[in-house]
């Protein structure tokens, strides 16, 4: 168990993860934070683990080559690298409700950047075209809230990671005052708000290095009126 306060509030945090470089939010300001490799939280996303890894590979090339050695030193820079590799690769894993979580924020922030820095490679602009797609409908949703607090959720409905997949649904909708009692009160008005509640369904794939990344290509295809969205 994870315990410690918030940089930015000073909130307590509670989490079961207590892996360094884990993503966390905030329970109350919803800021976003990380676990450091001492276990204290720091605001922020945690490092790139897999960018790391390239600019080390890249570096040890570069030694190599100024090792007279030549083939030793070679040798031995292979297999640090594979060794990190292997830590990379079978290491701590990155749980798809905490970066989904993010993404459903970005989406409610109105932060197209935000969102496609989490896409999966090569489906950035798909990324870009979703939103694009899905965020007019927030917008007039949002007319009809009158300007009330937000509750954003992520929902995950699937995380496979077997099949290197998962899915996750986003929900954004108004605070109501009183909301669980407004069933029993007014149904009438507890089906109103149902009905304004903005949701949409993301798909994701997890990377070889065990992180998830918003699989841009799959996710706008859902939308139905993007090219062969199912009908």
Not at 196 to 219: I, S
Request: contains cysteine.
């Amino acid at each position: 168990m994870t315990r410690g306060n918030c940089p930015l509030c000073g909130s307590p945090v509670r989490a079961t993860e207590v892996k360094p470089h884990s993503r966390l939010t905030c329970g109350k300001c919803h800021a976003d934070l990380h676990l450091g490799k001492d276990g204290s939280l720091v605001i922020g996303d945690p490092p790139d683990v897999e960018k790391q890894y390239q600019e080390l590979k890249r570096d040890i090339r570069h030694m190599a080559k100024r090792v007279p050695f030549g083939n030793l030193a070679i040798g031995l820079a292979v297999l640090l690298v594979l060794g990190l590799g292997m830590y990379f690769l079978f290491g701590p894993g990155e749980r798809l409700e905490v970066v989904a979580e993010k993404a459903a924020r970005a989406l409610a922030d109105n932060d197209p950047d935000a969102l496609k820095s989490l896409a999966a490679p090569g489906t950035g602009d798909d990324v870009r075209r979703w939103y694009d797609a899905v965020h007019p409908r927030l917008v007039r949703l949002r007319e009809q809230w009158g300007g009330k607090a937000e509750v954003v959720e992520a929902h995950v409905a699937r995380e496979d990671r077997d099949q290197h997949a998962g899915s996750v649904g986003v929900s954004i909708y108004p605070v109501i005052s009183g909301a669980r009692d407004v069933s029993l009160a007014n149904p009438a008005e507890a089906t109103a708000t149902a009905t304004v509640t903005f949701e949409e369904a993301t798909e994701w794939t997890l990377t070889r290095w065990g992180r998830w990344k918003l699989n841009g290509r799959a996710t706008y295809a859902r939308v139905p009126s993007a090219p062969g969205a199912p009908r």
